[in-house]
């Protein structure tokens, strides 16, 4: 059997992938120094930015830590639930996507 070589024309298109935000709610149990050091350790931030961030959480209900693609985002909302579970917190982690 003859051996047929084709060329395909493909067109490959990247698209940005959807970014997704992760959000910190305030409660009336966690600590702010709870919420400082969470978003210390796990979104990096540093004291200045995370003092902010804390109060924004606080005065307002809620906050964005950060924005990142889904799997991150999701990854670091488990990250903060466990870290609250260990530490007998009900602070609450959701991700939405970033408009």
Known sequence: M???????????????????????????YTS???VVDILMS??????????????EIHEKGIGVCGVYSFEIAQTKAEQVRQKA??????LLATIEEDS
């Open 42 to 55: 796990i979104f990096h931030k540093n004291a200045m930015e995370a003092e902010k961030i804390m109060i």
């Open 32 to 34: 702010m120094d709870f």
């Open 85 to 90: 579970k260990q530490n007998e917190f009900p």
């Open 2 to 28: 003859p051996k047929i070589e084709e060329e395909i024309e493909t067109s490959l298109e990247l698209e940005e992938p959807r970014m997704f935000k992760v959000l910190l709610h305030n409660d009336d």
